[in-house]
């Protein structure tokens, strides 16, 4: 909505016996800034983990690892069979009103392609050809040239939902879903679905619709004036941060505590990680101490520029509520 379309000229008549998707899919998204998101590639072919990075110009397997929750030690030609949906991690660019991936992926234009073969194949109907076109400048739909670099903006959204801060979820819908189930999957409600997507009482979702499905994240103890604050990891996902030397989980059934832990992983820019001890130095992130019916973990406080890691003591406590030590 956010768009304005580029007059299709009269080669929009090549294009009208093809079956479209019946409308722009973009997020609704007002508070200009950048985020983390994620949505569905259902590829059409057996595919691989290694084919996916490349194809949305994605760093490292290891993200898309993290947003399926897929154990670290997978190889990167770990098959992905057809019509599997995969969580594609990516950064989300809010401008005028429009969430659209920032800048990101970029495909290399193959000899034999065509925008509408380029969206609605390899992209597998996540954009339109036209959104496109819109985007690149594309004035002539009919005429892109083998070696062009082509921006994919894929739909997303930073805002809160009901004042709470979320992950946007681009889910592809399947043959035989509803809003309930939908739903009831992620954690939300369907009046939530319904009124963040725009969809009136009585419609019907169509199949290879992306919807937009706000996911709650762990509660975190990540400062504010962190370099990766909000931190927001959704629920069976894990993500690395602080350069990479801190590896976080989010599992609802751990009554969304954010969980991390050093990721042993080299750092993107230094060759060791910082010192990562709580004050006192007995601790390290993710370390626990049990003092009588005290839990202490130390947990993750977020990074600094200067590439310092913030921890604290996180204490849980089972103490009997009578001894009125427990107020914490
Ligand atoms: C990951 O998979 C390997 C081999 O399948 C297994 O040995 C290992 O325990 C798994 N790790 C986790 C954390 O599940
Ligand atoms: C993946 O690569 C590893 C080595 O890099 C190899 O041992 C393994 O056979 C490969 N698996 C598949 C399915 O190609
Ligand atoms: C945002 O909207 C303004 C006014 O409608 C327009 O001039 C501008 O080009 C748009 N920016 C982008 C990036 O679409
Ligand atoms: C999927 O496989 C078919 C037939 O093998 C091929 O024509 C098509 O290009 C493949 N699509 C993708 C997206 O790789
Ligand atoms: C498209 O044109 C606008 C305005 O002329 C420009 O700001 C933008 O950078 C162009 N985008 C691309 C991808 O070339
Ligand atoms: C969290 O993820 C697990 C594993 O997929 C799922 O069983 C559970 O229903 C999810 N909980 C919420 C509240 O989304
Ligand atoms: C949709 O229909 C249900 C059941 O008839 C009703 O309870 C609900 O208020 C309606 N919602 C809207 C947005 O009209
Ligand atoms: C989240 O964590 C903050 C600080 O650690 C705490 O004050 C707050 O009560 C927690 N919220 C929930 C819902 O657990
Ligand atoms: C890390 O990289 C940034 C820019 O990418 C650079 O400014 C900074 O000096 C680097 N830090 C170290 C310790 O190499
Ligand atoms: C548990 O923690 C509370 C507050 O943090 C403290 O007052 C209390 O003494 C602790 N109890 C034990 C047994 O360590």
């Known amino acids: 909505m956010g768009f304005h379309f580029i007059p299709l000229l009269l080669t929009l008549l090549l294009f009208s016996t093809l079956p479209t998707k019946s409308s722009s899919q973009t997020f609704k998204c007002s508070s200009p800034s950048t985020c983390r998101s994620l949505i569905d590639y259902i590829s059409p072919n057996t595919t691989t983990l290694s084919h996916i990075k490349t194809l949305f110009s994605i760093k490292n397997v290891r993200s898309i690892l993290g947003a399926n929750n897929l154990n670290l030690s997978t190889l990167p030609n770990f098959t992905i069979p057809a019509k599997q949906p995969i969580k594609i991690p990516f950064t989300c660019l809010c401008i005028n009103n429009t969430g659209l991936s920032n800048k990101q992926p970029i495909y290399t234009v193959q000899k034999d392609d065509g925008l509408y073969h380029i969206a609605a194949e390899v992209f597998s109907g996540l954009v339109t050809y036209q959104e496109i076109a819109a985007v690149n400048n594309v004035t002539d739909v009919n005429l892109i040239k083998v070696g062009q670099k082509l921006w994919i903006p894929l739909p997303c959204s930073c805002d809160d939902v009901d004042g709470v801060e979320v992950v ?109 001890q709580c004050e006192g130095g007995s601790l390290t992130i993710g370390n626990t101490a049990t003092s009588g019916c005290n839990t202490t973990t130390c947990a993750y406080a977020g990074f600094s520029g200067d590439q310092n890691i913030f921890t604290t003591p996180a204490t849980q406590s089972t103490c009997p509520v009578t001894t009125g030590n427990c107020s914490q």
């Open 168 to 276: 946007h979820y681009g889910h592809v819908v399947e043959a035989g879903s509803s809003l309930e189930f939908i739903a009831q999957e992620y954690g939300t409600s369907r009046n939530t679905l319904m009124k963040l997507n725009g969809i009136a009482n009585g419609s019907s979702l169509l199949a290879g619709q992306v919807l937009d499905v706000p996911l709650q994240a762990c509660n975190s103890s990540v400062r504010s004036d962190s370099m990766d604050s909000p931190f927001l990891v959704p629920n069976n996902t894990y993500f690395f941060t602080a350069k990479n030397c801190v590896k976080c989980k989010c599992d609802a059934a751990n009554n969304w505590i954010l969980q991390c832990e050093p990721s042993g992983n080299k750092p993107s820019n230094r060759s060791t990680c910082p010192a990562m």
